[in-house]
């Protein structure tokens, strides 16, 4: 079946380490994007990407860092310079220039500040 | 400015009750309008969407929503709650002004009392 998958569901991360997040899709989606969620707050918007080898800033965009090598792929890395990282993340993808059909979501990663 | 507003973080409704989760948007152009659902630790699931095709949207498990250009609205109804509705529900916009990403209102926890 066509999905997201998104890996690990749990990570737990030290002061000053860089984490990355994986998500992989298999819908042959041109548009990748990854949020961060927060209580009370919905989703907000960290990076997207609309096509390989291309990727634009969200509204949140600091202390975060992408990449788009493979269509398939757009892993999230969280740096050490996002004060505060401790968020539920969450990928989705699109079919390019198909804005009435909605995202499609993976399971979320929860990361953890320890 | 803030593109779609869900009123009330919290509702709670007995089991067997009508559940009414309110939603409008702020646009000058009837945007694409979506509902999705989260259950705890996971992904976001699309319950139904608006594309212009008919003002009453039915979805899955029940639900559906009622486009109101007038009022900007596109509040989400079930008739009977049933316990498994018990989640967090998410009121998005596509505007053509964002690129046609998706805006995700605060989101309303749906508690169900048995």
């Known amino acids: 079946d066509g999905g997201i998958t998104q890996s690990p569901k749990y990570l737990f991360r030290k002061e000053g380490q860089n984490v990355t997040l994986s998500c992989e899709q298999n819908l042959n989606h041109d548009a990748m994007y990854w949020y961060r969620q927060d209580p009370g707050q919905g989703l907000r918007l960290i990076y997207y990407?609309?096509?390989?080898?291309?990727?634009q800033k969200g509204d949140i965009a600091e202390g975060y860092s992408v990449s788009r090598e493979k269509k398939e792929s757009f892993p999230l890395t969280v740096t050490s310079a996002q004060k505060n990282p401790t968020a539920f993340y969450l990928c989705?993808?699109?079919?390019?220039?198909?804005?009435?059909?909605?995202?499609?979501f993976g399971s979320g990663t929860r990361l953890t500040v320890v | 400015a803030q593109s779609v507003t869900q009123l009330g973080s919290h509702v709670s409704v007995s089991e067997g009750a009508l559940v009414l989760l309110r939603c409008n948007y702020s646009?000058?152009?009837?945007?694409?309008l979506f509902w999705y659902v989260q259950y705890p630790n996971q992904g976001l699931q699309l319950l139904l969407k608006?594309?212009?095709?008919?003002?009453l949207v039915k979805g899955i498990n029940g639900f559906e929503a009622e486009f109101k250009k007038s009022e900007t609205s596109f509040h989400l109804t079930k008739p009977s709650a049933h316990m498994s509705d018990a989640a967090e529900y998410f009121c998005?916009?596509?505007?053509?002004?964002?690129?046609?990403?998706?805006?995700f209102g605060a989101g309303t926890i749906l508690r169900v009392k048995s």
């Open positions: 646009s000058s152009v009837p945007p694409y």
């Open positions: 989705a993808s699109s079919g390019q220039g198909l804005p009435n059909y909605g995202y499609t």
């Open positions: 608006y594309t212009s095709a008919a003002t």
């Open positions: 998005v916009v596509s505007l053509m002004e964002y690129g046609n990403k998706l805006v």
């Open positions: 990407s609309q096509i390989v080898n291309d990727f």
